[in-house]
């Protein structure tokens, strides 16, 4: 079955960089869109990146510029480099399989990152 596991949320001060990773295992990876997306207190699931197959990369207009995402085929793994980060970027980050509404796909447990001084 379709695992995702998210790994490398921190508490990290304002300004500063991270990366998260996202190892995929159950399906064929390197054909699929994959997601990344977040949740903030109080808040719903919002979109960040998508990367597709062919490595076409889209951004949320709020982390356009900041963030990064990428995949290894070899590693069933898909990353987010997140930099400059701001308060407003505290969240937990998901990520997700496929295309469709980011509540009716597969997702993973979540990694938090908390940007805090």
């Known amino acids: 079955q379709v695992q995702l596991v998210e790994s490398g949320g921190v508490l990290v001060q304002p300004g500063g960089s991270l990366r998260l990773s996202c190892k995929a295992s159950?399906?064929?990876?390197?054909?699929?869109?994959m997601k990344w997306a977040r949740q903030s207190p109080g808040k719903g699931l919002e979109w960040v990146s998508t990367i597709l197959g062919d490595r076409r990369t889209y951004y949320a207009d709020s982390v356009a510029g900041r963030f990064t995402i990428s995949r290894d085929n070899s590693k069933k793994t898909i990353y987010l480099q997140l930099d400059r980060l701001a308060t407003s970027d505290t969240a937990v980050y998901y990520c997700?399989?496929?295309?469709?509404?980011?509540?009716?796909?597969?997702r993973g447990q979540g990694t938090q990152v908390t940007v805090s001084s």
């Open positions: 997700l399989k496929g295309a469709g509404p980011l509540d009716s796909i597969p």
């Open positions: 159950g399906f064929t990876f390197s054909d699929v869109q």
